[in-house]
C-alpha cells in the first residue's frame, strides 16, 4: 500500500495568494523528504530536499522564498508556495527515502492550477 | 550530455508483446538502480529496484543492469493496456544522494 500520502490532491488559486501542500509518510518516519515539480509530458525536476528539524536544501534556481518547505516532525513535510503565479501552476509531487535500500517512495502528486 | 539518457517515445506496441525499454548513464558512481511507472496525473510507482550488476526479476517484470556498458533495461512480457503508462528510469551514488532521472519513456499497449 502507500506510504506516502499527500493533500490536497489538486488545488485552484488565484494569482498572488499562498498554497499549502502537506505530504505525509504513512508507514516510516521519513527523517528526508524531496519535493519535485513537474511540468506536462517533462520529467520531475527536484526541487528541494527537506530534513526533519533543520532547513531544507534547495536546488539551483529555486527559490527559497517563494517555496517554504518546513519539516517539523518525522512524519509531514510541507510546501507553501507564496504569491502564487500562473507559472506555478504545475504537478507537485513529494517522496520519502528508505536509506536501507536508497529508493524513494513517492506521494500521489498535487495539481496546482493558479489564475 | 545528460548524465542519464532516455528515448522519451512513444512507444507503441500490441497486446502481449515484449516490450523493453532503456537508459544509459554516463555516471560511473550510481550504483542503485530504479525503475518506476507513472500514469497520468500519479505519482510515480517503483516497480524494480536492482543493487549493481545482474538480473530482477519480479512477475512480468525484468530488469537487467549492465555497469560495464553503463546501460540498464526494463523488460515487460505479456504487456497489458493496463501496462500503458510512463516508464522513468532512475539511479543514485547511493548514501542518500539524489535520484537522477531519465525523461521517461511513454508506453502505449493497444489492443
Known amino acids: 500500500g502507500a506510504v506516502v500520502s499527500q493533500h490536497p490532491s489538486w488545488v485552484i488559486c488565484k494569482s498572488g495568494t499562498s498554497v499549502k501542500i502537506e505530504c505525509r509518510s504513512l508507514d516510516f518516519q521519513a527523517t528526508t523528504m524531496f519535493w519535485y515539480r513537474q511540468f506536462p509530458k517533462q520529467s520531475l525536476m527536484l526541487m528541494a530536499t527537506s530534513n526533519e528539524g533543520s532547513k531544507a536544501t534547495y536546488e539551483q534556481g529555486v527559490e527559497k522564498d517563494k517555496f517554504l518547505i518546513n519539516h517539523a516532525s518525522l512524519t509531514l513535510s510541507t510546501l507553501t508556495v507564496t504569491s502564487a503565479h500562473p507559472e506555478d501552476s504545475s504537478f507537485y509531487i513529494c517522496?520519502?527515502?528508505?536509506?536501507?535500500?536508497?529508493?524513494?517512495?513517492f506521494g500521489p502528486g498535487t495539481r496546482l492550477t493558479v489564475l | 550530455q545528460k548524465e542519464v539518457e532516455q528515448d522519451p517515445g512513444p512507444l507503441s506496441v500490441p497486446e502481449g508483446a515484449i516490450v523493453s525499454l532503456n537508459c544509459t548513464y554516463s555516471n560511473s558512481a550510481f550504483q542503485y538502480f530504479m525503475w518506476y511507472r507513472q500514469y497520468s496525473r500519479k505519482g510515480p510507482e517503483l516497480l524494480m529496484y536492482?543493487?549493481?550488476?545482474g538480473n530482477k526479476e519480479d512477475g512480468r517484470f525484468t530488469a537487467q543492469v549492465d555497469k560495464s556498458s553503463k546501460y540498464i533495461s526494463l523488460f515487460i512480457r505479456d504487456s497489458q493496456p493496463s501496462d500503458s503508462a510512463t516508464y522513468l528510469c532512475a539511479m543514485s551514488a547511493g548514501g542518500g544522494n539524489k535520484l537522477t532521472f531519465g525523461t521517461g519513456t511513454q508506453l502505449k499497449v493497444e489492443l
Open positions: 517522496s520519502e527515502t528508505h536509506t536501507s535500500t536508497d529508493t524513494q517512495y
Open positions: 536492482t543493487y549493481s550488476s
